[in-house]
């Protein structure tokens, strides 16, 4: 049993930037870890996920403003968040999947994100 929890959630203005992380109670060297995000009204959708390999997966409308990297060593996945719109504000979810085991994914409990002057 794996937990993740993330951290770095809250306030932003527009264009600005904000950083979150997520860590794992576990090792997660063989899982693809992510981001998914949700919006009040509206279903959880992919933000950004990497591999054990560092090949990164983006949403088309995120790409060139979001970041996604991670930290084996430290059990962590960072999400570099900038340009920021009140539409990137949600509840941000950590994700990992086993790629060896099927079905074995986990989730964390999501931090809230506002974007508003």
């Known amino acids: 049993q794996v937990q993740l929890v993330e951290s770095g959630g809250g306030l932003v203005q527009p264009g600005g930037s904000l950083r979150l992380s997520c860590v794992a109670s576990?090792?997660?060297?063989?899982?693809?870890v992510g981001w998914y995000r949700q919006a009040p009204g509206n279903q959880r959708e992919l933000v950004a996920t990497?591999?054990?390999?560092?090949?990164?997966n983006y949403a088309d409308s995120l790409k060139g403003r979001f970041t996604i990297s991670r930290d084996f060593a430290k059990r962590t996945v960072y999400l570099q968040m900038n340009t920021m719109n009140p539409e990137d504000a949600a509840v941000y979810y950590c994700?990992?999947?086993?790629?060896?085991?099927?079905?074995?994914?986990?989730w964390g409990q999501g931090t809230q994100v506002t974007v508003s002057s």
């Open positions: 994700y990992a999947r086993s790629q060896i085991t099927p079905g074995l994914e986990y």
């Open positions: 576990g090792t997660i060297v063989s899982y693809v």
């Open positions: 990497i591999t054990s390999s560092g090949r990164t």
